[in-house]
T-cell receptor, first 112, second 114 residues
Framework: NAGVTQTPKFQVLKTGQSMTLQCAQDMNHEYMSWYRQDPGMGLRLIHYSVGAGITDQGEVPNGYNVSRSTTEDFPLRLLSAAPSQTSVYFC???????????FGPGTRLLVL | GQQVMQIPQYQHVQEGEDFTTYCNSSTTLSNIQWYKQRPGGHPVFLIQLVKSGEVKKQKRLTFQFGEAKKNSSLHITATQTTDVGTYFCAPPDAGGTSYGKLTFGQGTILTVHP
């Protein structure tokens, strides 16, 4: 099993550009989530999904969109990138929200 | 949502010294998880504590859950350079729904000097 995979590993964007961060898992987990990690801020929840077709906002959802059309995939969209979105983004999956989270390797995003 | 305070934010130790990080909540927690993130890596699950007063050990790591289930600690005995990283506590946040989601403390960054 590949576990949780994320692409790309690194990305540089200009302010105003859009992009999609990809996340996929092959563990048949119902719960998937996106976190951003900034120095001194820990991991902050952006959006999460409890199953295909169901998504909800986390702590810092502004500027990000998600959808969950399949159990395996949970892409994160930045519609108009801003420098404040420079961060490391982690996708995670689990059987349920309160159970062990399995993290992907992360995407490092720089917005200029 | 669930708020936890994790202290200290940074800890520098000499190899062989002990290390402890604390996670404190103002509300009762149903359970708490601990994760470790190596520099440049992603968080990896270490353990989950569920019962009041629970103590679990993994080699040199000792995890405790308070009697009131409002605090937890991770203690590392005789640190090694391989212990370097950020340690996060993570309680679930039911947020009034049955789904539950995990929130993370700010983390404690551990540096070990050889």
């Amino acid at each position: 099993n590949a576990g949780v995979t994320q692409t790309p590993k690194f990305q540089v964007l200009k302010t105003g550009q859009s992009m999609t961060l990809q996340c996929a898992q092959d563990m048949n987990h119902e719960y998937m989530s996106w976190y951003r990690q900034d120095p001194g801020m820990g991991l902050r929840l952006i959006h999460y999904s409890v199953g295909a077709g169901i998504t909800d906002q986390g702590e810092v959802p502004n500027g990000y969109n998600v959808s969950r059309s399949t159990t395996e995939d949970f892409p994160l969209r930045l519609l108009s990138a801003a420098p404040s979105q420079t961060s490391v983004y982690f996708c995670a999956s689990s059987r349920a929200g309160w159970e062990t989270q399995y993290f992907g390797p992360g995407t490092r995003l720089l917005v200029l | 949502g669930q708020q936890v305070m994790q202290i200290p934010q940074y800890q520098h130790v000499q190899e062989g010294e002990d290390f402890t990080t604390y996670c404190n909540s103002s509300t009762t927690l149903s359970n708490i998880q601990w994760y470790k993130q190596r520099p440049g890596g992603h968080p990896v699950f270490l353990i989950q504590l569920v019962k009041s007063g629970e103590v679990k050990k993994q080699k040199r790591l000792t995890f405790q859950f308070g009697e009131a289930k409002k605090n937890s600690s991770l203690h590392i005995t005789a640190t090694q350079t391989t212990d370097v990283g950020t340690y996060f506590c993570a309680p679930p946040d039911a947020g009034g729904t049955s789904y539950g989601k995990l929130t993370f403390g700010q983390g404690t960054i551990l540096t070990v000097h050889p």
